[in-house]
């Protein structure tokens, strides 16, 4: 049974895109693929390039394609709604577990509204959009031909991960 652990959250508006990912690389995502949204491809205005590109110079091993899940149909499908029910399947299965200090996901996840399969705009849902980009790419990207390799290096990124983090805090 495959199981997805959310072992942290990490955001903070405040921070260059190069903290950020040096925080990603330090929970594998140097080594581990790296899910990404759609809007991460388009040109940011600026002679550094898109949001993707600079997450690549950065040392992030990201997917060669966005964030998507595919319809029925084969169609790629950016739906939040989609990737929620994917989520919900998961978590109710027990394939799905988050961290106890996991605050601010958790947060985001008892505040996080919908109507009708409509979701508002303006949400504060940065961890709960990155958790929903990964959980849309598992399927298809999740399992690699290298799988014990990127065990082994997501298993001994997080065993560093967690002896720096402090549970009590």
Known sequence: MDCINVIGVYKDKSQPLGVHASRVRAMGGDKCPVAWPKDGGVGVGSEKGSFAVQLKREGLNLLHEHAH?????????????????????????????????????????????????????????????????????????????????????????????????????
């Open 69 to 169: 899940i595919l319809t029925i149909d084969g169609k790629k499908s950016a739906s939040k709604m989609g990737a929620i029910d994917l989520c919900v399947e998961r978590i109710q299965s027990g394939r799905m577990k988050m961290f106890a200090s996991c605050h601010e996901l958790k947060e985001e996840m008892n505040h996080y509204h919908h109507q009708d399969g409509k979701i508002p705009e303006k949400q504060e849902d940065h961890a709960i959009d990155a958790m929903l980009k990964g959980v849309m790419m598992l399927d298809r990207f999740g399992r690699e031909e290298n799988e014990d390799e990127l065990r082994e290096a997501a298993t001994s990124s997080l065993t560093q991960y967690l002896d720096d983090y402090n549970f009590y805090s």
